[in-house]
């Protein structure tokens, strides 16, 4: 999960700076940790759909 949030937060930075493209692939590998770690770690119902609008909110 952290390294899902570090990847999205460089994401976030290269989209700032308008590198979009760098932004994507990051933006799209940050959601690959995140969608990875709903499916193994244990984590309440609530917090799964947290990061599931997160990550659809990330691919927008």
């Known amino acids: 999960m952290q390294k899902g949030?570090?990847?999205?937060?460089?994401?976030?930075?290269?989209?700032?700076?308008?590198?979009?493209?760098?932004?994507?692939?990051?933006?799209?590998?940050?959601?690959?940790?995140?969608?990875?770690?709903i499916k193994y770690e244990t984590m309440a119902p609530k917090v799964k759909e947290v990061i599931r609008q997160k990550c659809v909110y990330y691919l927008d």
């Open 5 to 37: 949030v570090e990847i999205i937060k460089k994401a976030t930075e290269a989209d700032s700076n308008e590198e979009y493209d760098q932004a994507l692939q990051l933006y799209e590998h940050g959601v690959e940790y995140f969608l990875h770690a």
